[in-house]
């Protein structure tokens, strides 16, 4: 099973609107992360935010925390068209005693102009 | 630009083909990793260097081989591969040799067709 699952799956939204994804893990965790995919691109880093935090600003994105409910949301303000991408929640595992990010399959966020 | 490179960005081989994929990082990280993504599916870590060790093998068929001459590039080396191996492979870099969780920079990734 994933240790980190977005939903939606997909998210279609007209420019301007607010997008909100959410992800849900199942382990502790000490970080997680959120990153964005344009098509057939690597990743790009978005933000951060610790166990101990419980939410975290950064420009149009907020992210929020529940550890309590092991879910986070990612919330796009003022969609653009460039925002046109997946994005994918990465939390930390320990996995055999290493610990490595594990990604869910993300949600595929569509804005129509 | 992420600061990481990979080439080459399309690869189309036969299953008796040998080939490499390389990554070069320019931000003077001291991890590297290769990660597997293939549709529908979560991204797949492969390998993980930690200055230019191996220090974790995720179960990877040995059709795959993984290279690490210096901190600064990484080599994934294929050989008899498989339909299935079709996929885009992602490269990516970390700062800390310890903290492989921490934020990782990507590479724009080289989408492979096996034949």
């Known amino acids: 099973s994933q240790q980190g699952e977005e939903d939606p799956q997909a998210l279609s939204i007209q420019e301007g609107e607010n997008a909100t994804m959410n992800c849900s893990y199942k382990?502790?965790?000490?970080?997680l992360q959120w990153y964005r995919q344009n098509s057939g691109r690597g990743l790009v880093h978005l933000i951060l935010?610790?166990?101990?935090?419980r939410e975290k600003h950064s420009g149009r994105l907020r992210v929020t925390l529940d550890t309590s409910k092991k879910s986070s949301s990612l919330l796009i303000t003022a969609s653009r068209a460039a925002d046109t991408a997946s994005y994918f929640c990465?939390?930390?595992?320990?996995?055999?005693?290493?610990?490595?990010?594990?990604f869910g399959t993300g949600t595929r966020l569509t804005i129509i102009p | 630009e992420t600061g990481v490179t990979q080439t080459p960005r399309h690869l189309v081989m036969g299953m008796t083909n040998k080939k490499s994929l390389k990554c070069e990082q320019h931000?003077?990280?001291?991890?590297m990793y290769w990660y597997k993504q293939s549709a529908k599916k979560p991204l797949e870590l492969m390998f993980v260097?930690?200055?230019?060790?191996?220090?974790e093998n995720n179960s990877v068929p040995s059709r795959f081989s993984p290279e690490c001459p210096n901190s600064s590039h990484l080599f994934l080396h294929l050989h008899t591969l498989q339909p299935e191996d079709s996929a885009l492979y992602l490269c990516?870099?970390?700062?800390?040799?310890?903290?492989?969780?921490?934020?990782?920079?990507f590479g724009p990734g080289t989408r492979l067709t096996v034949l």
């Open positions: 990516a870099s970390s700062q800390d040799a310890s903290a492989h969780t921490d934020t990782q920079y």
């Open positions: 260097y930690s200055l230019e060790e191996r220090v």
């Open positions: 382990t502790s965790i000490n970080n």
């Open positions: 935010i610790r166990s101990n935090e």
């Open positions: 990465a939390t930390d595992a320990r996995s055999f005693g290493n610990e490595k990010l594990t």
């Open positions: 931000l003077g990280h001291n991890a």
